[in-house]
Protein backbone atom coordinates (compact mmCIF):
# COMPACT_ATOMS: atom_id res chain seq x y z
CA UNK A 1 0.00 0.00 0.00
CA UNK A 2 2.96 2.12 0.97
CA UNK A 3 4.20 1.61 -2.60
CA UNK A 4 1.21 2.72 -4.33
CA UNK A 5 0.96 5.58 -2.36
CA UNK A 6 4.28 6.75 -3.34
CA UNK A 7 3.43 6.64 -6.88
CA UNK A 8 0.52 8.68 -6.36
CA UNK A 9 1.78 10.97 -4.48
CA UNK A 10 1.56 14.78 -5.52
CA UNK A 11 4.86 16.51 -5.99
CA UNK A 12 5.13 19.51 -4.04
CA UNK A 13 5.34 22.58 -5.50
CA UNK A 14 8.92 24.00 -5.77
CA UNK A 15 9.23 27.35 -3.32
CA UNK A 16 8.88 30.62 -4.69
CA UNK A 17 11.43 33.05 -3.45
CA UNK A 18 9.50 36.68 -4.08
CA UNK A 19 11.53 39.27 -2.14
CA UNK A 20 14.72 38.95 0.02
CA UNK A 21 12.92 38.39 3.56
CA UNK A 22 12.00 34.87 2.35
CA UNK A 23 15.58 33.51 2.10
CA UNK A 24 16.48 30.71 4.18
CA UNK A 25 19.89 28.65 4.58
CA UNK A 26 21.10 27.27 0.99
CA UNK A 27 19.31 29.63 -0.93
CA UNK A 28 21.07 31.66 -3.48
CA UNK A 29 20.89 35.08 -4.72
CA UNK A 30 22.60 37.37 -7.73
CA UNK A 31 23.29 40.62 -7.62
CA UNK A 32 23.57 43.21 -9.93
CA UNK A 33 26.50 44.43 -12.49
CA UNK A 34 26.29 47.52 -11.38
CA UNK A 35 29.20 49.64 -10.77
CA UNK A 36 27.56 51.09 -7.61
CA UNK A 37 28.71 48.16 -5.68
CA UNK A 38 32.09 46.54 -4.92
CA UNK A 39 33.97 45.25 -7.49
CA UNK A 40 34.00 41.88 -5.70
CA UNK A 41 30.16 41.65 -5.85
CA UNK A 42 29.45 42.87 -9.04
CA UNK A 43 27.16 39.87 -10.77
CA UNK A 44 28.60 37.80 -7.78
CA UNK A 45 26.59 34.60 -6.57
CA UNK A 46 26.07 33.79 -2.89
CA UNK A 47 24.51 31.33 -1.15
CA UNK A 48 22.74 31.53 2.34
CA UNK A 49 24.87 29.42 5.16
CA UNK A 50 23.18 30.69 8.27
CA UNK A 51 20.65 32.71 9.68
CA UNK A 52 21.22 34.57 12.84
CA UNK A 53 19.12 37.14 14.91
CA UNK A 54 20.23 40.27 16.43
CA UNK A 55 17.73 41.74 19.28
CA UNK A 56 17.27 45.05 20.54
CA UNK A 57 14.74 46.83 23.16
CA UNK A 58 12.50 47.33 20.23
CA UNK A 59 13.09 45.03 17.55
CA UNK A 60 14.69 42.50 16.28
CA UNK A 61 16.44 42.27 12.83
CA UNK A 62 17.33 38.96 10.82
CA UNK A 63 20.66 38.61 9.48
CA UNK A 64 21.79 36.17 6.74
CA UNK A 65 25.58 35.35 5.94
CA UNK A 66 26.40 34.48 2.85
CA UNK A 67 29.23 33.08 1.25
CA UNK A 68 30.57 32.95 -2.40
CA UNK A 69 33.13 31.93 -4.72
CA UNK A 70 35.19 34.86 -4.13
CA UNK A 71 36.39 33.78 -0.44
CA UNK A 72 33.99 36.81 0.77
CA UNK A 73 32.03 36.52 3.54
CA UNK A 74 29.26 38.59 3.24
CA UNK A 75 26.46 39.62 5.96
CA UNK A 76 22.95 40.88 4.78
CA UNK A 77 19.87 42.90 6.91
CA UNK A 78 17.13 44.66 5.78
CA UNK A 79 16.78 48.19 7.02
CA UNK A 80 13.30 48.76 6.53
CA UNK A 81 11.72 52.31 6.87
CA UNK A 82 9.73 54.14 4.71
CA UNK A 83 11.34 51.91 2.22
CA UNK A 84 13.20 48.74 2.54
CA UNK A 85 17.37 48.92 1.82
CA UNK A 86 19.68 45.62 1.64
CA UNK A 87 21.98 46.86 4.49
CA UNK A 88 25.15 44.84 2.80
CA UNK A 89 28.15 44.15 5.69
CA UNK A 90 31.82 42.75 5.74
CA UNK A 91 33.66 42.19 8.62
CA UNK A 92 37.52 44.16 8.38
CA UNK A 93 40.53 43.46 10.24
CA UNK A 94 42.85 45.91 12.73
CA UNK A 95 45.03 46.14 10.16
CA UNK A 96 42.03 47.71 7.51
CA UNK A 97 41.05 49.80 10.43
CA UNK A 98 44.75 51.21 10.72
CA UNK A 99 45.07 52.04 6.91
CA UNK A 100 41.39 53.38 6.51
CA UNK A 101 41.31 55.55 10.04
CA UNK A 102 43.77 57.86 12.17
CA UNK A 103 43.37 55.75 14.60
CA UNK A 104 43.47 57.84 17.90
CA UNK A 105 39.98 59.57 16.22
CA UNK A 106 38.78 55.90 15.93
CA UNK A 107 39.00 55.63 19.83
CA UNK A 108 36.93 58.55 20.20
CA UNK A 109 33.97 56.40 18.99
CA UNK A 110 33.96 55.25 22.90
CA UNK A 111 34.48 58.38 23.84
CA UNK A 112 30.81 59.83 25.38
CA UNK A 113 27.86 60.53 24.44
CA UNK A 114 29.33 59.61 20.64
CA UNK A 115 30.00 62.30 18.43
CA UNK A 116 32.93 61.04 16.67
CA UNK A 117 33.62 61.90 12.96
CA UNK A 118 35.80 60.47 11.08
CA UNK A 119 37.76 61.04 7.88
CA UNK A 120 38.99 58.56 5.62
CA UNK A 121 42.81 58.34 5.14
CA UNK A 122 42.97 55.60 2.39
CA UNK A 123 41.57 52.36 1.15
CA UNK A 124 43.08 48.96 0.38
CA UNK A 125 42.10 45.85 -1.72
CA UNK A 126 39.54 44.43 1.04
CA UNK A 127 38.11 47.97 1.89
CA UNK A 128 38.10 49.45 -1.58
CA UNK A 129 34.28 50.51 -2.76
CA UNK A 130 32.82 49.87 0.77
CA UNK A 131 33.43 53.39 2.02
CA UNK A 132 32.80 57.19 2.31
CA UNK A 133 35.25 60.46 3.22
CA UNK A 134 33.69 61.25 6.62
CA UNK A 135 31.53 59.83 8.95
CA UNK A 136 29.15 61.17 11.79
CA UNK A 137 28.75 58.76 15.21
CA UNK A 138 24.97 57.85 15.34
CA UNK A 139 24.34 55.32 17.49
CA UNK A 140 26.33 54.86 21.31
CA UNK A 141 26.92 51.71 22.91
CA UNK A 142 23.11 50.19 22.34
CA UNK A 143 22.77 46.94 23.91
CA UNK A 144 21.97 44.10 22.26
CA UNK A 145 21.95 40.41 22.12
CA UNK A 146 22.63 38.25 19.04
CA UNK A 147 21.14 35.04 18.73
CA UNK A 148 21.98 32.17 16.32
CA UNK A 149 18.74 31.19 15.87
CA UNK A 150 16.04 32.76 12.78
CA UNK A 151 13.37 34.64 14.77
CA UNK A 152 11.06 33.90 11.73
CA UNK A 153 10.73 30.18 12.75
CA UNK A 154 12.13 30.58 16.29
CA UNK A 155 10.96 31.54 19.35
CA UNK A 156 13.54 33.98 21.17
CA UNK A 157 13.75 33.71 24.99
CA UNK A 158 12.53 36.56 26.97
CA UNK A 159 14.54 35.19 30.35
CA UNK A 160 18.45 35.41 31.23
CA UNK A 161 20.31 32.31 30.74
CA UNK A 162 21.90 29.90 28.57
CA UNK A 163 19.44 30.85 25.87
CA UNK A 164 19.45 34.67 26.16
CA UNK A 165 21.22 35.08 23.36
CA UNK A 166 25.30 36.87 23.58
CA UNK A 167 24.81 40.22 24.78
CA UNK A 168 27.24 43.23 23.42
CA UNK A 169 27.41 47.02 22.55
CA UNK A 170 26.73 48.53 19.13
CA UNK A 171 28.22 51.53 18.08
CA UNK A 172 27.62 52.97 14.70
CA UNK A 173 28.49 55.74 11.81
CA UNK A 174 27.27 56.65 8.48
CA UNK A 175 28.59 58.77 6.12
CA UNK A 176 26.11 62.12 5.19
CA UNK A 177 24.42 59.99 2.61
CA UNK A 178 23.60 57.35 5.50
CA UNK A 179 25.26 55.62 2.42
CA UNK A 180 27.94 53.66 3.48
CA UNK A 181 28.71 52.78 7.36
CA UNK A 182 30.79 51.75 9.82
CA UNK A 183 29.65 49.39 12.62
CA UNK A 184 31.40 47.79 15.51
CA UNK A 185 30.30 45.11 18.06
CA UNK A 186 31.73 45.10 21.33
CA UNK A 187 31.58 41.90 23.06
CA UNK A 188 31.50 41.15 26.73
CA UNK A 189 34.66 39.79 26.90
CA UNK A 190 36.12 42.79 25.07
CA UNK A 191 36.26 41.18 21.51
CA UNK A 192 35.67 44.19 19.26
CA UNK A 193 34.11 43.27 15.92
CA UNK A 194 34.30 46.10 13.37
CA UNK A 195 32.17 46.11 9.95
CA UNK A 196 31.89 48.33 6.70
CA UNK A 197 28.34 48.33 5.96
CA UNK A 198 26.50 49.54 2.64
CA UNK A 199 23.02 50.31 2.11
CA UNK A 200 21.47 50.14 -1.49
CA UNK A 201 18.36 48.94 -3.07
CA UNK A 202 16.25 46.06 -3.22
CA UNK A 203 16.66 45.85 -6.95
CA UNK A 204 20.15 45.00 -6.38
CA UNK A 205 19.21 41.25 -5.94
CA UNK A 206 18.16 40.17 -9.42
CA UNK A 207 17.49 36.41 -8.63
CA UNK A 208 16.82 34.39 -5.92
CA UNK A 209 16.97 30.35 -5.88
CA UNK A 210 15.31 27.97 -3.84
CA UNK A 211 18.10 25.98 -2.46
CA UNK A 212 17.96 22.31 -2.81
Request: with cysteine; hydrophobic share 35%; glycine share 4%.
Amino acid sequence: MSFLKNIFKKEQPQRKISQANDLMVNDIIALTDSFALPESLRSAQFQVTAVNTYEFENKTQTEWVLSGNNNIELYLSLDVDDKTYLKFSVKIDHQDVETLFNLDDFATIFDEPGNAILQRQNDNSQTSGWTAEQYQQRIYAQVGYFHRKDDRHETLSKYEGEDSGEQFELYQLLDQDEYCGIELEVWQDGDTDVFLTMYRPTTDIVDMYPGS
